[in-house]
């Protein structure tokens, strides 16, 4: 494969997981936080930036663990547990060290990171890249595509969650109930992407 | 494909390793050395341990902020004004300030962590509160359900408290809890003695603090105890007074009187003391003995609901009605100065009776039993 195709492949593959393979909208991971976590804008954006950050980071960890422990004793049935683990571990390492570090990101992106420990994308991006045997690269673009696309679906759910603070809801909908019937219709939206890229 | 045994030593290696990792990250990463804390304007300087809350770490220098939560961001009440240090106000703290609280630096002390120098600011009263260890002297039954505790303070000490104000007590780990509380009394005792208080604990059902007080708290036994704490406590004003309480409020007043006679204060001074049957009247007598001992205080227990065949030649009533009657007939309403304590039902309404009479809402003040 040249330079040029293997570039090629691996921005399909990124394009893919933020649009036509959200995995939000057409995998329904990480619903908790983005249903809790999507009134405003601001927060919506910290939340998304913490899980792109997170994602990226923890999903080239499993590929290791996966690629150079699971595989290699044959053990690929305890991936779950250790990337679980190694999920929290992580998080917990970089809310310590950008809390000493960097009081602005901490105050930006920190006060969110223990939300994303048990945030079920995160894990999920780590199972699919196994399941779809990705390469070291392949599971970066994966992994930041994800992330980026389970942002994508936050911020704009929270931007319309602003304004519906000005439209009249019946009682027995509003909260989780009107969240839950946009969500559907946002999924409904990005199934227009299907067929666009086959890369996922 | 190896064996079993051989996998799971592997995975916990590795969940090992991962929290050894952990271990050393917090040692090294989350060490913030010491910090000093400037409380107002180098009037007190205090080195202490980086790393933790500001809430923690004041405690653990016996600086006691009050804080119903336990430091879990949920009360809102630890509130401390920081001046420089504390970095932007957090989206955890943002629901219990208003925007005054907002602009003049007020933070909750459970969110603040201690990262650097602090410069912070604190009520005087909050500097005196200390912790105490005391002795159980006396336990006297006043009704069904109520008691007087006396609590003589060890080491000869003295605590330096106003009259109205309260304490916390600390209810250990005991049978039927498997946490230490603390619950706020107030101190019902004569001033004169500081050396031992006294406070009146109407028993709550299952109440944590009050069933150990009641059932397990022996004379001769150590209570720990930390205050004083709170503003309710006697204007100094020519002003007439109307006090209402209701049940164990009649504690603060008592103390408050005790110290009337103490000053030979001759204010104008009622009380109303609301109980709901003649079962529950008590310290009627120490009252009466008031009556004499002050120039122009009367007592009134009011009964709301006197059971049926109880020989009654008191007033019966609402408290608050018959106080609002009292002040109508008095003319000068609107120059009391009203001192209410018991329940919040019977504060809030007697709130609302007190302004009706043209009281303003300075001149009210309150305990909340809740």
């Excluded at chain 2, 022996?218 to 006697?234: E, H, S, T, W």
Aim: charged fraction near 20%.
């Amino acid at each position: 494969m040249s330079l040029g195709s293997h570039m090629l492949h691996l921005s399909v593959i990124l394009f893919a997981a933020i649009f036509t393979d959200n995995i939000l909208l057409a995998r329904f991971l990480g619903m908790c936080s983005f249903l809790s976590v999507s009134r405003q804008v601001k927060t919506a954006v910290g939340l998304g930036f913490a899980v792109v950050f997170v994602m990226t980071f923890t999903i080239t960890l499993d590929w290791f663990a996966y690629r150079f422990v699971l595989q290699p004793y044959g053990i690929e049935y305890f991936r779950f547990i250790l990337f679980i683990v190694i999920i929290a571990a992580f998080v917990q390492f970089v809310e310590m060290a950008i809390e000493r570090y960097s009081p602005v990101l901490y105050h930006n992106l920190g006060i969110f990171l223990p939300l994303i420990t048990v945030n079920c994308a995160i894990l999920g991006a780590s199972l699919f890249m196994v399941i779809r045997d990705y390469n070291l690269a392949e599971g970066i673009a994966f992994g930041f595509g994800s992330g980026a696309g389970w942002m994508l679906a936050i911020v704009a759910m929270a931007g319309i969650r602003e304004r519906l603070n000005n439209a009249r809801i019946p009682k027995g909908l509003q909260g989780p109930g009107i969240t839950l019937i946009i969500a559907g219709i946002m999924a409904l939206a990005f199934i227009g992407f299907t067929g666009v890229l086959s890369g996922g | 494909m190896v064996p079993l045994f051989i996998a799971l030593a592997i995975i916990s290696g590795i969940g090992a390793l991962l929290a050894a990792t952990l271990v050393f990250a917090e040692r090294v990463i989350s060490n913030y050395g010491d910090v000093e804390v400037d409380i107002n304007k180098g009037n007190k300087k205090l080195a202490m341990k980086g790393g933790g809350s500001l809430l923690e770490t004041l405690t653990a220098q016996k600086i006691f902020i009050p804080s119903a939560c336990g430091g879990r961001g949920t009360c809102g009440y630890c509130k401390v004004k920081v001046l420089e240090g504390a970095g932007p106000l957090l989206p955890t703290e943002e629901p219990y300030m208003d925007a005054e609280e907002r602009s003049s630096g007020v933070r909750l002390s459970c969110q603040v962590k201690l990262r650097n120098d602090l410069k912070i600011e604190l009520p005087a009263e909050l500097l005196t509160i200390k912790e105490y260890v005391s002795v159980c002297e006396e336990i006297i039954d006043y009704t069904y359900d109520t008691k007087q505790f006396r609590l003589r303070l060890t080491d000869g000490q003295h605590m330096k408290y106003t009259p109205g104000q309260y304490v916390q007590v600390l209810a250990p780990q005991y049978e039927k809890s498997s946490e230490e509380v603390y619950r706020a009394y107030s101190i019902s005792s004569d001033p004169a003695d500081q050396a031992a208080i006294e406070l009146i604990i109407r028993r709550v059902p299952d109440g944590i603090c009050t069933t150990y007080l009641f059932d397990y708290l022996k004379v001769g036994d150590k209570v720990r105890i930390n205050g004083p704490y709170g503003q309710f406590y006697l204007r100094d004003t020519t002003a007439p007074i109307i006090f209402i309480a209701g049940g164990s409020g009649i504690a603060p007043m008592k103390c408050i009187l005790h110290n009337m006679k103490n000053t030979n204060n001759d204010r104008r001074a009622v009380f109303f003391f609301g109980i709901r049957t003649t079962k529950d009247l008590f310290l009627a007598e120490e009252m009466t003995r008031f009556e004499t001992q002050l120039a122009q205080f009367k007592f009134v227990p009011v009964v709301s609901q006197p059971e049926p065949g109880a020989e009654w030649a008191g007033v019966t009533g609402r408290v608050t009605h018959i106080a609002e009657d009292y002040l109508r007939k008095q003319g000068n309403a609107h120059e009391h100065e009203g001192y209410l304590c018991g329940s919040p039902g019977m504060i809030e309404s007697s709130i609302g009776i007190l302004k009706k009479l043209g009281i303003t809402e300075d001149k009210i003040y309150y305990d909340k039993f809740s």
